[in-house]
C-alpha cells in the first residue's frame, strides 16, 4: 500500500532541492547565535565556552550541543576562517551563509533515518499509516520555517527523539531508548519536559518486573544507571571538575525571564494575558483595580517580562506546579501500562502539551514537542486523528509571526496551507474508524471551521492591519489575535487528546 505514497528518499531529495533554493532567504537572529556559537568553540578554550560573552548570544546549549558545533567549525575553517572569529559579530559572508544553510540540511538526514527505522518497526498492516505519518513530519512546515527559514538545528535533533522512542517499541532496545535520550537531554535541554515520561517507562518497563513492581531487576537498574551516569559525566564531568557548574545553571536556565516569550506562544498564558488586555478598558466599570505601570510595558503582546495589569501576576513557582500536575495526570496510566508503546508515546505527547501550555518562558518553537510525537500515534484511529486536527492547524499557523519578512509570506503560507490541506486529506482517509466508535472529541466540522477562521486571520495579521493601522500602531494587536485563537486549537486539542488517552 505504500507504494501509493512517494518513498521516504524521494521526498527528501525534493524538498532537500527546494531547501537548497531557500539558502538566501531570511534568517533571524538565529543564525547569528549558531555563527558566534561554531566561533566560540573553534576559537577559545573550552574552559572559556561558557564565560564568553563579548555577543549577546552567549552559549546556552548544553555542551554536547557545543560539542556538535565544534564538529561543525572544524569543517567551517575551510569554508570562511573570518566566520570563526569571536569578535565578528554580525559577520554573514556568503560562505557563511551557504556553509550553516547546508549544514541543516545534512544534518536532517538524521530524521530521515529515524522515520525509515519507525516505518520498518511497525507491523505489516500498520505500514501504511506510519508511511504517511512519517512523511508527515519529514515536510512538517515547522520544520521548514524553524529550521531552514528562521534557522535552528530541529531536525537533527529531533531524529535522535524519534530514534529513542523508536527503539523503546522492543525490549531488546529499551537500554538503547534511555541512552540516546540521555545523549539528547546533553545536547538541548528542552527535552527536559518529556523526562518524566521516559523515567516512568524505563523503571516499569525496564527496571522493574512488569508483572510485580515490588520485584527489581538490579542487573537491568545498573546496566541503565551506569550507562544513563556515563552519558551526563562525559557531558559535564570536565565542567564539574573546573566548579563551573554554577556557571552552566545560569546559562541554560535563565529564570529571570519573563513569562512570555518575545511572541506569545499559543498556551494558556497566551489567553490570561488576551484576557487581561481586554479587561483593562472595563475594569473600573467593574470595580477592578488597574496596574497602571503594567500599561507602560513594551510587553503588550511583543518582548520582555510579561506585566499583567487587571489580572494576578504569575510565578514561575506556579507554572512549574502547574506543568507537573498535568504532566503526572498521564504517567499513572503509563505506569499500570508499561508494554503498551501508544500508552508511552501518548505519555510523552501530554508532557509535551503540560509544558507547553503551562510552562514559564516556553517559545512558540517548542510546539514541535508536541506535534512530532503525536504524529507518530495519530492515524492509530480516527479518536486520535480527531484530536491530532486542530493542533496541525493551530501549532503550523502559531509559527507564522517568526517569519515577518515580505519576501517569505508567500512562501510560508503557501507551504503551510497545502500541508495542511494535503496531509489532513490523507490522514483523514488512512485513519481507521475504531472497532468501538464513539463520538469524535473534536467534530470533523468544527475542526474544518477552525481551520477555515485561520485564512483570513493570517491575511489580517499579515496584510491588512498594517494596511490599516501601518507599521508603528498597535503592534500587539496582530500577535495577539494569532496567539489567542492558536492557544484555543492547542488548548482543545489538548483536552480532547486526554479524553481519547484515558477512555481506551
Known amino acids: 500500500m505504500t507504494e501509493l505514497y512517494p518513498s521516504l528518499a524521494q521526498c527528501a531529495i525534493a524538498a532537500g532541492a527546494l531547501k537548497v533554493l531557500l539558502l538566501p532567504a531570511y534568517k533571524s537572529t538565529d543564525f547569528e547565535v549558531h555563527r558566534n556559537w561554531l566561533a566560540i568553540t573553534h576559537s577559545l578554550p573550552i574552559k572559556e565556552w561558557y564565560y564568553e560573552k563579548s555577543s549577546e548570544w552567549t552559549l546556552d546549549y548544553p555542551p554536547f550541543f557545543a560539542a556538535f558545533e565544534w564538529l561543525l567549525s572544524q569543517a567551517a575553517a575551510y569554508c570562511d576562517p573570518a566566520m570563526l572569529v569571536v569578535k565578528n559579530l554580525g559577520y554573514d559572508s556568503w560562505q557563511t551563509i551557504y556553509f550553516q544553510r547546508a549544514t541543516v540540511i545534512v544534518t536532517e538526514l538524521v530524521l530521515v533515518y529515524a522515520l525509515s527505522r519507525f516505518i520498518k518497526s511497525v507491523p505489516l498492516p500498520n505500514k501504511q499509516a506510519a508511511h504517511v505519518a512519517s512523511l508527515s513530519i519529514l515536510l512538517s512546515p515547522g520544520l521548514f520555517i524553524i529550521d531552514h527559514i528562521h534557522f535552528q538545528y530541529n531536525g537533527f535533533l529531533y531524529g535522535i527523539l524519534v530514534l529513542s522512542i523508536v527503539l523503546a517499541r522492543k525490549k531488546s532496545t529499551l537500554l538503547y531508548s534511555g541512552i540516546l535520550f540521555a545523549i539528547i537531554l546533553c545536547l538541548k535541554h528542552i527535552y527536559l519536559y518529556l523526562s518524566l515520561a521516559y523515567f516512568v517507562f524505563l523503571l ?17 537498574i545498573i546496566k541503565l544507571g551506569s550507562c544513563v551516569v556515563g552519558v551526563f559525566a562525559i557531558a559535564f564531568g570536565p565542567f564539574a571538575l573546573w566548579g563551573q557548574m554554577l556557571q552552566l545553571k545560569d546559562r541554560l536556565f535563565p529564570f529571570s525571564r519573563g513569562l512570555c516569550h518575545a511572541y506569545w506562544a499559543p498556551n494558556i498564558w497566551a489567553i490570561y494575558s488576551f484576557v487581561d488586555r481586554v479587561l483593562i478598558p472595563i475594569a473600573p466599570r467593574l470595580g477592578l483595580t488597574v496596574n497602571h505601570e503594567a500599561l507602560k510595558s513594551v510587553t503588550r503582546g511583543l518582548v520582555g517580562d510579561t506585566a499583567f495589569a487587571v489580572l494576578p501576576e504569575v510565578t514561575s513557582g506556579q507554572t512549574f506546579l502547574l506543568t507537573f500536575v498535568f504532566q503526572l495526570v498521564p504517567l499513572i496510566k503509563l505506569w499500570f501500562r508499561p508494554g503498551n508503546w501508544e500508552t508511552f508515546v501518548g505519555a510523552i505527547t501530554l508532557c509535551g502539551y503540560a509544558s507547553f501550555l503551562f510552562g514559564w518562558h516556553v517559545h512558540e518553537k517548542a510546539i514541535l514537542l508536541v506535534i512530532i510525537p503525536f504524529s507518530l500515534i495519530a492515524l492509530k484511529d480516527r479518536r486520535y486523528f480527531s484530536a491530532f486536527r486542530p493542533l496541525a492547524v493551530a501549532g503550523h499557523v502559531s509559527l507564522f509571526p517568526l517569519i515577518f519578512t515580505t519576501a517569505e509570506f508567500p512562501l510560508k503560507t503557501a507551504y503551510t496551507i497545502l500541508w495542511l490541506i494535503l496531509f489532513l486529506f490523507v490522514f483523514d482517509r488512512v485513519a481507521p474508524v475504531p472497532e468501538r466508535p464513539r463520538r469524535f472529541v473534536f467534530d470533523r466540522y468544527i475542526s474544518l471551521l477552525y481551520l477555515a477562521v485561520s485564512i483570513p486571520l493570517i491575511a489580517y495579521c499579515s496584510l491588512i492591519h498594517q494596511i490599516i493601522f501601518g507599521f ?7 500577535l495577539m489575535f494569532m496567539s489567542s485563537y492558536c492557544a484555543i486549537g492547542v488548548l482543545g ?12
Open 204 to 220: 516499569r518497563s525496564y527496571c522493574l518486573d512488569p508483572k510485580n513492581v515490588f520485584r527489581p531487576r538490579f542487573g537491568n
Open 472 to 478: 508603528e500602531r498597535l503592534q500587539f494587536l496582530p
Open 493 to 504: 486539542s489538548w483536552i480532547g487528546f486526554m479524553v481519547v488517552y484515558f477512555s481506551e
